[in-house]
């Protein structure tokens, strides 16, 4: 079962570096659905989308401050 798994290595440092570079040199853009953005955006910059939405799909919690001292 594990045979078939694609082999998983650590890319290089100048890899991210480039990749970062070219992501901070666009220019902005007005986006109004962020994941969807960054999905279509896959292949242009394939470890910030991972990273993107990792970091975007974290469920929000709210809890107000009241409850944080009532154990």
């Known amino acids: 079962m594990f045979d078939v798994l694609p082999t998983l290595s ?3 440092s100048s890899d991210l570096h480039d990749e ?3 992501y901070l040199s666009t220019d902005p853009e ?8 960054w999905y279509e955006q896959r292949l242009v910059y ?4 991972r990273m993107a ?8 919690v709210y809890i ?3 409850s944080l001292f009532l154990f």
């Open 64 to 66: 107000t401050s009241l």
């Open 10 to 12: 650590t890319p290089s």
């Open 30 to 37: 007005h986006v109004t659905d962020v994941c969807a953005w």
């Open 20 to 22: 970062l570079e070219r």
């Open 46 to 49: 394939p470890r910030l989308h």
């Open 53 to 60: 939405l990792d970091y975007l799909t974290i469920p929000g």
